[in-house]
Nanobody, 121 residues
Framework: QLVESGGGLVQTGGSLRLSCVAS????????MGWIRQAPGKEREFVAA????????RYADSVKGRFTISRDNAKKTVYLQMNSLKPEDTAVYSC????????????????WGQGTQVTVSS
């Protein structure tokens, strides 16, 4: 089970930090990712992190503004979002997969319920 938190309403240029806590004993065996979906739009890959945290991947639209990280001891993955823009408004979902890291927005085996991020202009 994946449970996200940290979403909310923020002004343009602001920051938010999303967290996703996993249950179970094998968190470190999973590649973790964040995927977002805005109203009326397709899912969009945001960021991913390898099992050890040594490999990171970002969508071009968030590169330089967002940072993904993980704490395997706490079974938690984070998404630090800075310099937020109105186009970042979406439901952000945490996802996990036992496979290697990728930038797919579809192939994740497990999904959280999502947390709403709204950026006002």
């Amino acid at each position: 089970q994946l449970v996200e938190s940290g979403g909310g309403l923020v002004q343009t240029g602001g920051s938010l930090r999303l967290s996703c806590v996993a249950s179970g004993r094998t968190f470190s065996s999973y590649t973790m990712g964040w995927i977002r979906q805005a109203p009326g739009k397709e899912r969009e890959f945001v960021a991913a992190i390898s099992r050890s945290g040594s490999i990171l991947r970002y969508a071009d639209s968030v590169k330089g503004r967002f940072t993904i990280s993980r704490d395997n001891a706490k079974k938690t993955v984070y998404l630090q979002m800075n310099s937020l823009k109105p186009e970042d408004t979406a439901v952000y979902s945490c996802a996990a997969d036992p496979g290697i890291i990728s930038t797919s927005e579809q192939r994740w085996a497990y999904w959280g319920q999502g947390t709403q991020v709204t950026v006002s202009s």
